[in-house]
């Protein structure tokens, strides 16, 4: 089943920990002081789908079984990590074993909480955690091509694995990331085997301060919009704060507190919607009186990868897939009702899910 791992990195006390300890309702240590976070927090966190509660009424399921995402908070980044220093090494291993970034950006002035480097600056804190990316990346490229070099003579393969990792090379000593270099399918093959710091996708959470609700912009929110957009990346602003408190309550709590502060929903709602697409994940849904579930695929996932979620054997036999809209299932009360509506579509191998599918699988 496809799980999507984000790490939650940033500088020392920019509210990781607080905005993991929202996420997960897990209260990972959060205090005033770098490195309170040395083993990575991991934590399974629900993604948010409103259809799965309509759909298991529809189909009177015993249970609902949302898609997940894993978010790890890693141990805080400071300059020359990726010489070693602070717990740089230990940092960087963790960060590679996960598939996107979500990198926790201190937008707020506080005197009360220390800043690392003596000042609030944004685009600072962003350029020296993507230097130290940066300068981990080309580290591991330079000691791979030397190993490359020796074996690549006589072997085509490896020539063209050799000839990426000059390129990468060349691009990250300029100090830009991998994810704006532009390779070939073959090279991109090539370089599979090594995980890149910094081809991996970046999602900026600007921590703003309570002052700053509902709207949650302000100047320094703006210079990482700037900054995210040159970059190609997205921005999410939260009052990590607030989403702390707003996770400690009940859900008969959680409405009119929301309400107070001006939000319609909690911003980790947005957070880990924004996190899904980013990495261009969707969800297909099943539903049946045992349970209602959303299944995680990455968009273009064909019916028959798609069954593979569910079970290796149901891949190995599929038949076709019947597929109803979420609309329509709602719009017909359930299967039964769109199947008399003409609304369920019979799909072969070559069917792309789409979002909300609703489906069922037959097999051999």
Same mark, same amino acid.
Not at 58 to 78: H, Q, T, Y
Not at 86 to 101: C, M, P, Q, V
Not at 148 to 156: F, Y
């Given at each position: 089943m496809t799980k999507l791992a984000c790490g939650i990195v940033g500088l020392p006390n920019v509210g990781k920990s607080t905005l993991f300890n929202a996420l997960t309702a897990h209260q990972a240590e959060a205090k005033n002081y770098p490195f309170c976070t040395i083993d990575p927090n991991v934590g399974l966190v629900e993604v948010p789908d409103e259809r799965l509660a309509i759909l298991s009424k529809l189909s009177s399921s015993k249970k609902i079984i949302p898609a997940v995402i894993e978010f790890v908070d890693i141990a805080g980044l400071v300059r020359g990590a990726s010489k070693g220093e602070g717990l740089g090494n230990k940092f960087l291993i963790n960060i590679r074993e996960t598939d996107a970034i979500c990198h926790v950006v201190r937008c707020f002035e506080n005197d009360d909480v220390i800043h690392v480097e003596g000042k609030v600056d944004p685009i600072s804190d962003i350029e020296t955690i993507e230097l130290e990316l940066t300068l981990a990346d080309l580290q591991m490229a330079e000691n791979a091509m030397g190993k490359v070099e020796r074996q690549a003579k006589n072997n085509k393969e490896l020539q063209v694995v050799f000839g990426a990792l000059k390129k990468a090379v060349n691009h990250l000593s300029q100090g830009l990331p991998m994810r704006t270099l532009a390779l070939g399918e073959e090279e991109l093959k090539g370089l599979k085997a090594y995980p890149f710091l910094t081809e991996k996708k970046v999602l900026y959470v600007c921590n703003v301060s309570e002052q700053d609700l509902p709207g949650m912009e302000n100047p320094l929110v703006k210079l990482v919009r700037e900054y995210a957009t040159r970059q190609g990346n997205a921005v999410i602003p939260i009052c990590a704060k607030v989403e702390e408190e707003i996770s400690q309550l009940s859900e008969t709590e959680r409405g009119p507190f929301l309400e107070v502060v001006g939000l319609s929903e909690p911003g980790l709602h947005r957070l880990i919607r924004a996190a899904f697409e980013m990495l261009g994940l969707i969800s297909f849904l099943t539903t049946g009186e045992m349970e209602t579930r959303a299944w995680t695929i990455?968009?273009?996932? /064909?019916?028959?990868?798609? !069954?593979? %979620?569910?079970? /290796?054997?149901? %891949? &190995? #036999?599929?038949?076709? !897939?019947?597929?109803?809209?979420? &609309?329509?299932? $709602?719009?017909?009360? #359930?299967? $039964? #009702? !769109? &199947?008399?509506?003409?609304?369920?579509? /019979?799909?072969?191998?070559?069917?792309? $899910?789409?979002? #909300?599918?609703?489906?069922?699988?037959l097999h051999n």
């Amino acid at each position: 089943m496809t799980k999507l791992a984000c790490g939650i990195v940033g500088l020392p006390n920019v509210g990781k920990s607080t905005l993991f300890n929202a996420l997960t309702a897990h209260q990972a240590e959060a205090k005033n002081y770098p490195f309170c976070t040395i083993d990575p927090n991991v934590g399974l966190v629900e993604v948010p789908d409103e259809r799965l509660a309509i759909l298991s009424k529809l189909s009177s399921s015993k249970k609902i079984i949302p898609a997940v995402i894993e978010f790890v908070d890693i141990a805080g980044l400071v300059r020359g990590a990726s010489k070693g220093e602070g717990l740089g090494n230990k940092f960087l291993i963790n960060i590679r074993e996960t598939d996107a970034i979500c990198h926790v950006v201190r937008c707020f002035e506080n005197d009360d909480v220390i800043h690392v480097e003596g000042k609030v600056d944004p685009i600072s804190d962003i350029e020296t955690i993507e230097l130290e990316l940066t300068l981990a990346d080309l580290q591991m490229a330079e000691n791979a091509m030397g190993k490359v070099e020796r074996q690549a003579k006589n072997n085509k393969e490896l020539q063209v694995v050799f000839g990426a990792l000059k390129k990468a090379v060349n691009h990250l000593s300029q100090g830009l990331p991998m994810r704006t270099l532009a390779l070939g399918e073959e090279e991109l093959k090539g370089l599979k085997a090594y995980p890149f710091l910094t081809e991996k996708k970046v999602l900026y959470v600007c921590n703003v301060s309570e002052q700053d609700l509902p709207g949650m912009e302000n100047p320094l929110v703006k210079l990482v919009r700037e900054y995210a957009t040159r970059q190609g990346n997205a921005v999410i602003p939260i009052c990590a704060k607030v989403e702390e408190e707003i996770s400690q309550l009940s859900e008969t709590e959680r409405g009119p507190f929301l309400e107070v502060v001006g939000l319609s929903e909690p911003g980790l709602h947005r957070l880990i919607r924004a996190a899904f697409e980013m990495l261009g994940l969707i969800s297909f849904l099943t539903t049946g009186e045992m349970e209602t579930r959303a299944w995680t695929i990455p968009r273009g996932t /064909t019916a028959p990868e798609a !069954a593979g %979620q569910i079970h /290796t054997d149901i %891949q &190995k #036999g599929f038949i076709r !897939a019947e597929v109803v809209s979420f &609309k329509d299932m $709602v719009a017909y009360q #359930g299967r $039964v #009702g !769109a &199947k008399e509506a003409g609304c369920v579509q /019979t799909k072969g191998k070559e069917y792309v $899910v789409q979002d #909300g599918d609703v489906i069922l699988f037959l097999h051999n």
